[in-house]
């Protein structure tokens, strides 16, 4: 006879071996956020000042024509927030593939969560 236990763990090991590569990736960036102590970044709305933990996806260097800006598309498992360092061509440590914890107020920017000049703080490689 299965305990309950038992029969969570055993669906877990079998959601384990049915999930996709990019799921289980997801669950992980859920979990490590999570003990990061950041919010979701699904769960972020705007005007609200949120402290999120994730990957790098992209990081794109936009020339603009009074100022220069610095985009990153952090991903957390959850959705995408978009970091915007205006006036910077250039930080060291950004680069996709790279974790950290950025802190602001989320702005919203066509339809695209967005933080402005965020506080941030780079993860030691895994």
Known sequence: M???ESRVSLRRILQRFT??????DAQELRQESAECGGVLAQQCS????????????????????NLPTLE??????SDVVTLVWLGRRHIAGIEPGRHL???GRVAMRDDRKVIYNPYYELDSPK
């Not at 990153?72 to 498992?77: C, V």
């Open 2 to 4: 299965m305990t309950d």
């Open 19 to 24: 999930a996709s590569e990019a799921e289980i």
């Open 46 to 65: 705007r005007g609200q000042v949120v402290s999120v933990a994730g990957r790098l996806r992209t990081v794109v260097y936009t020339p603009r024509t």
């Open 72 to 77: 990153a598309d952090l991903y957390d498992g």
């Open 101 to 103: 914890t950025a802190r």
